[in-house]
């Protein structure tokens, strides 16, 4: 008896093992995953020179969401966090 009680435990440790096992790995792939972005770039004419100051939007058209920023001395913009769907 004790052998099949032994083979009992045994099996619910390697269930429960597995479970967490599981659990742990959708958390990790989950916590892995991103939900935002970030657009970098520059701003010039036609000359290459550096448009400073302009102003630069993305339009997400599924959610009407629409994030800004303006260009920095250098034509340079950052627009960061932009939440996906």
């Known amino acids: 008896m004790k052998r099949h009680g ?5 099996r619910a440790c390697r269930a429960v093992c597995v479970i967490l096992a599981l659990t742990y790995l959708c958390i990790t792939s989950s916590a892995l995953a991103s939900s935002t972005a970030t657009i970098t770039g520059r701003v010039t004419d036609s000359n290459a020179a550096a448009i400073v100051g302009a102003k630069v939007e993305a339009n997400n058209i599924d959610t009407n969401l629409v994030f800004s920023t303006v260009t920095n001395d250098e ?4 627009i960061p966090n932009m939440a996906l769907p």
Not at 75 to 78: D, E, L, R, T
């Open 6 to 10: 032994s083979s009992v435990s045994s």
């Open 75 to 78: 034509g340079y913009f950052v």
